[in-house]
């Protein structure tokens, strides 16, 4: 089964919950830990990006060490085109919309497509979102961050992306951001898409994770959190209940 397709047929049941790993910040090892704790916790995935540093040949030994411990999708989440792996189950084939430099639009997906044609990922288009504060994420993508009360560019934004038949869209608040993206922006934005809404960013515990989720978010995406708790997996149990205690309203 393609993973956006196992993703498709879990959202039809549940929201969904996911884990972002950055092999940058961990050891090999490390990042299997992690990935099988979150697999227990019960997310549905994990995703390992974040970084600007990681190396290819680190990223592929991160990788296989976390397939090899879990039997749930490991999805690329890219930061740039040099350090790709086809060890990955797909990667999330992306545009940051609100960008100022035209590279991260599409002159880095540019650069990809040719190696993930040849290494043979499945690819899963999404619209990529930076909202205030952006964090280090707004900064690297030179992104012009959609204000947090401005509803109206942030809906705009995501009905472009649908538009162009990208499968989902993300809003992202930055990785470690003081807040999340507000709960008014996601509802706003969830009423006009019909294609599944990733958020993430400064989802710390299971009280704001059940607040993004109930907003509207389709997919919630915590990462910080396992880097800085002492029991990941008492941590990510309770923020992946908080995700799913919440009804399902999807048009997909």
């Given at each position: 089964?393609k993973?956006?397709?196992?993703?498709?047929?879990?959202?039809?049941?549940?929201?969904?919950?996911?884990?972002?790993?950055?092999?940058?910040?961990?050891?090999?090892?490390?990042?299997?830990?992690?990935?099988?704790?979150?697999?227990?916790?019960?997310?549905?995935?994990?995703?390992?990006?974040?970084?600007?540093?990681?190396?290819a040949?680190?990223?592929?030994?991160?990788?296989?060490?976390?397939?090899?411990?879990?039997?749930?999708?490991?999805?690329?989440?890219?930061?740039?085109?040099?350090?790709?792996?086809?060890?990955?189950?797909?990667?999330?084939?992306?545009?940051?919309?609100?960008?100022?430099d035209?590279?991260?639009?599409?002159?880095?997906?540019?650069?990809?497509?040719?190696?993930?044609?040849?290494?043979?990922?499945?690819?899963?288009?999404?619209?990529?979102?930076?909202?205030?504060?952006?964090?280090?994420?707004?900064?690297?993508?030179?992104?012009?961050?959609?204000?947090?009360?401005?509803?109206?560019?942030?809906?705009?934004?995501?009905?472009?992306?649908?538009?162009?038949?990208?499968?989902?869209?993300?809003?992202?608040?930055?990785?470690?951001?003081?807040?999340?993206?507000?709960?008014?922006?996601?509802?706003?934005?969830?009423?006009?898409?019909?294609?599944?809404?990733?958020v993430?960013?400064?989802?710390?515990?299971?009280?704001?994770?059940?607040?993004?989720?109930?907003?509207?978010?389709?997919?919630?995406?915590?990462?910080?959190?396992?880097?800085?708790?002492?029991?990941?997996?008492?941590?990510?149990?309770?923020?992946?209940?908080?995700?799913?205690s919440?009804?399902?309203?999807?048009?997909?």
């Amino acid at each position: 089964m393609k993973v956006i397709d196992y993703i498709r047929s879990k959202l039809r049941l549940e929201k969904l919950h996911m884990t972002l790993i950055d092999p940058e910040k961990l050891s090999p090892k490390e990042c299997a830990n992690i990935a099988y704790l979150a697999f227990l916790a019960g997310t549905d995935a994990v995703m390992v990006g974040g970084s600007t540093g990681i190396d290819a040949d680190n990223l592929d030994s991160s990788v296989q060490a976390m397939k090899d411990k879990v039997p749930i999708p490991i999805i690329q989440f890219p930061s740039h085109s040099k350090a790709l792996s086809s060890n990955f189950d797909a990667i999330y084939f992306m545009s940051l919309l609100n960008s100022k430099d035209i590279k991260y639009i599409i002159g880095e997906q540019m650069m990809a497509s040719p190696i993930i044609k040849d290494i043979g990922i499945e690819t899963i288009p999404m619209g990529y979102v930076i909202v205030e504060p952006g964090m280090k994420v707004g900064e690297m993508g030179d992104a012009d961050p959609v204000k947090r009360n401005d509803l109206k560019t942030a809906i705009g934004y995501a009905l472009a992306a649908e538009f162009l038949g990208m499968k989902f869209v993300y809003l992202e608040a930055g990785s470690g951001a003081p807040e999340p993206v507000p709960p008014e922006m996601i509802e706003a934005v969830k009423n006009e898409l019909s294609i599944p809404l990733i958020v993430g960013g400064g989802i710390r515990d299971a009280k704001a994770a059940s607040r993004i989720s109930e907003a509207g978010a389709d997919i919630v995406v915590t990462g910080t959190i396992v880097e800085l708790s002492k029991d990941v997996e008492g941590a990510l149990r309770n923020i992946v209940k908080g995700v799913k205690s919440t009804t399902i309203i999807n048009r997909f």
